[in-house]
């Protein structure tokens, strides 16, 4: 067996050859020596750079045989085609589902896990993608990208303003294929109205509390759920002592002391960890 001469300072991973030690490193200290000449991106390794320019370049490998679609990765191209054959070869091993990609599992399975590896450094949220933390941050700084040309709203995310604009138009593209309802939204919000209706019709409730025996069919009914079990009340009013689980509870309740039709409810606490 080979030795590995080269030890990483920071974690137990060791390397036959320096470079690969030197490369390694990179993810320790965030260095990004690869540089995009065309815009501000940078990179680790000099073939992620190479991959990137062909994005201002325009150069196109890998055709799809499928349809007109072109891309700069063969994996790329791998995983398109996939939605023309249909193989799904990434499948969960807690609820059997498949994906054409590691990448849609991985995400999944966190769903499962609840684990949420990406941190606020605002406040005590959590994500299970980085791109949905990113998103979150623009609430802190308060960037907003798009508004609403109908009325005062705006949105940090363009498809948060596309599902909003159905309100004014009365459009509802989504529609189930069990009956004749149709809806704004698929899938773009936890509240994801054709999926929770679908369910309806399927009966699946794939998240299971870990408490009791009930199950519910989407991830954020299981949250609301588990703060009966913990007693955490996020919603505390600021005009007396009372705090409520649900955020419609909490509404309600508001409007005994002012009358008003809406109020922005503020989480004052997060669940805590089940012991």
């Known amino acids: 067996m080979t030795e590995k001469l080269y030890q990483c300072s920071q974690c137990d991973k060791s390397f036959i050859q320096n ?4 490369r390694h490193m990179r993810k320790h200290t965030g260095e990004k020596p690869y540089q995009c000449s065309h815009c501000d991106k940078a990179f680790t390794l000099k073939g992620n750079l190479t991959i990137h320019m062909r994005k201002h370049t325009g150069e196109e490998l890998y055709q799809c045989s499928q349809c007109e679609k072109a891309f ?19 499948q969960c091993n807690h609820c059997g589902k498949a994906f054409i990609d590691n990448g849609t ?10 684990e949420k590896p990406y941190q606020c450094s605002q406040c005590d949220k959590a994500f299970t993608q980085k791109g949905n933390l ?29 599902i909003h604009m159905r309100k004014h138009n009365g459009e509802k593209p989504f529609q189930c294929s069990q009956c004749d309802k149709a809806f704004t939204q698929n899938s ?10 679908v369910k309806r019709h399927t009966g699946e409730k794939p998240y299971q509390c870990s408490l009791c025996d009930k199950s519910f069919a989407l991830n954020g009914d ?3 759920h588990m703060r009966k079990h913990t ?15 649900i955020k419609s509870h909490f509404l309600r309740h508001i409007k005994t002391h002012t009358g008003e039709n809406h109020i922005n409810a503020t989480h004052v606490t997060r669940d805590s960890h089940i012991k």
């Open 188 to 197: 773009f919000t936890q509240n994801c109205d054709l999926i929770r209706h």
């Open 105 to 114: 599992l991985t995400r999944h399975v966190k769903s499962h896990t609840g």
């Open 19 to 22: 470079s690969d030690l030197i």
């Open 134 to 162: 990113f998103i979150h941050m623009r609430k802190h700084t308060g960037e907003v990208l798009y508004q609403c040309n109908q009325c005062d709203k705006n949105f940090t995310q363009n498809c948060a303003l596309i």
């Open 72 to 90: 700069t990765q063969n994996c790329a191209l791998i995983i398109h085609m996939r939605k023309h054959t249909r193989e799904k070869p990434f």
């Open 222 to 224: 299981l949250t609301r």
């Open 231 to 245: 007693g955490n009340k996020s919603y505390q009013c600021s005009q007396c002592v009372k705090a409520f689980i």
